[in-house]
């Protein structure tokens, strides 16, 4: 399969713990982006990366979060001191940017994290 | 404030009927539009829609934009149960990120 992965698909945790996911993009891709998405809503922007560097980051995105693509490879998205409310599915996308062509962004299964 | 807007948010229908699915957006620095398919995993990808009156179409899917009104629709025509599932709309802002819908959850009774 060489779509975009994600792991783990499904974290529980206790308040207060870390936890880290990590994203696989399609391998030519050179963009990578993460999004949080809740019941019944639409995914929402956190961050995203060209290559290694990190071009933008969401306000949603607390001190609390972090995320780092150190090869321009995968990704890793860490969440410390957990809270009741990071309770989401958080999906990962890539795209191939070409300097001003717009291309897809395709996703990945996502990591659904429960907070207890 | 960026918002992309879906209607109705929630659509049940009969196996063979036709159903329209409305995306009105205001977002800065507007790209393309996106359509997405979501059943209980990641987001599938529809279509991508940059210029106005150019109708894309995949099989019994369609898709069309407006830039001047700010609203797309995504028809889909003798729907069958495996169009049940979430329709998300989302607008490309500064060819970086996507702000999204809310989406409509479509249910086809057989």
């Known amino acids: 399969d060489t779509g975009v992965s994600q792991d783990p698909r499904h974290k529980i945790t206790k308040r207060g713990q870390n936890v880290t996911f990590r994203c696989d993009p399609i391998?030519?891709?050179?963009?990578l982006y993460w999004y949080r998405q809740t019941l019944g809503q639409g995914p929402e922007f956190l961050t995203y990366?060209?290559?290694?560097?990190?071009?933008?980051k969401s306000r949603l995105l607390s001190d609390r979060f972090s995320a780092e693509r150190p090869k321009g490879s995968f990704s890793t998205l860490e969440i410390q001191r957990t809270e009741q409310g990071d309770s989401a599915m958080y999906l990962c996308?890539?795209?191939?940017?070409?300097?001003?062509?717009?291309?897809?962004?395709?996703f990945g299964p996502g990591t659904r994290l429960t907070v207890l | 404030e960026d918002k992309v807007v879906q209607s109705p948010l929630s659509l049940v229908v009969h196996e063979g009927d036709t159903v329209t699915l409305n995306c009105s957006y205001e977002?800065?620095?507007?790209?393309?539009l996106l359509w997405y398919k979501q059943e209980k995993k990641a987001p599938t990808f529809l279509f991508m829609l940059?210029?106005?009156?150019i109708e894309k179409k995949s099989g019994r899917l369609s898709s069309i934009l407006d830039k001047k009104e700010l609203f797309s629709i995504l028809n889909i025509t003798a729907t069958q149960t495996g169009d049940s599932a979430v329709y998300l709309c989302?607008?490309?802002?500064?060819?970086?990120?996507?702000?999204f819908g809310q989406g409509t959850r479509l249910t086809i009774n057989p």
């Open positions: 996308a890539s795209s191939l940017w070409r300097g001003g062509v717009t291309d897809t962004q395709y």
């Open positions: 391998s030519e891709h050179n963009r």
């Open positions: 990366f060209q290559n290694e560097a990190q071009l933008e």
């Open positions: 977002v800065t620095n507007f790209r393309s």
């Open positions: 940059t210029s106005s009156g």
């Open positions: 989302a607008v490309l802002q500064g060819a970086q990120k996507l702000v």
